[in-house]
């Protein structure tokens, strides 16, 4: 395997676990009070719940990622 493989291996599985942990913890809060009331609006509300975990676990996943990045970069900086 490559670095460039395995660089893509981290990257995949940080955003899943991100996304998967934003999902768990949106679940714990009442987020549906702000949603209209009724089973007709079920599936939009789970969908919705999907759609702002995937968009904060992304970006908290790039935050982590571009942070382990930096270090990296400094730490190999200061070898030369």
Same mark, same amino acid.
């Given at each position: %395997?490559?670095? !460039? @493989?395995?660089?893509? /291996?981290?990257?995949?599985?940080?955003?899943?676990?991100?996304?998967? /942990?934003?999902?768990?913890?949106?679940?714990?809060?009442?987020?549906? #009070?702000?949603?209209?009331? @009724?089973? $007709?609006?079920?599936? $939009?509300?789970? /969908?919705?719940?999907?759609?702002?975990?995937?968009?904060? @676990?992304? $970006? #908290?996943?790039?935050?982590?990622?571009? #942070?382990?990045?930096?270090?990296?970069? !400094?730490?190999? @900086? %200061?070898? /030369?």
């Amino acid at each position: %395997m490559s670095v !460039f @493989g395995i660089d893509a /291996l981290v990257r995949i599985l940080s955003h899943f676990i991100f996304i998967y /942990l934003t999902f768990w913890t949106l679940n714990s809060l009442r987020l549906d #009070v702000l949603f209209k009331k @009724g089973i $007709q609006y079920d599936k $939009q509300i789970r /969908l919705a719940y999907v759609f702002l975990s995937v968009a904060i @676990g992304f $970006q #908290v996943s790039n935050f982590f990622l571009e #942070v382990i990045f930096l270090v990296r970069n !400094f730490f190999e @900086g %200061m070898t /030369l």
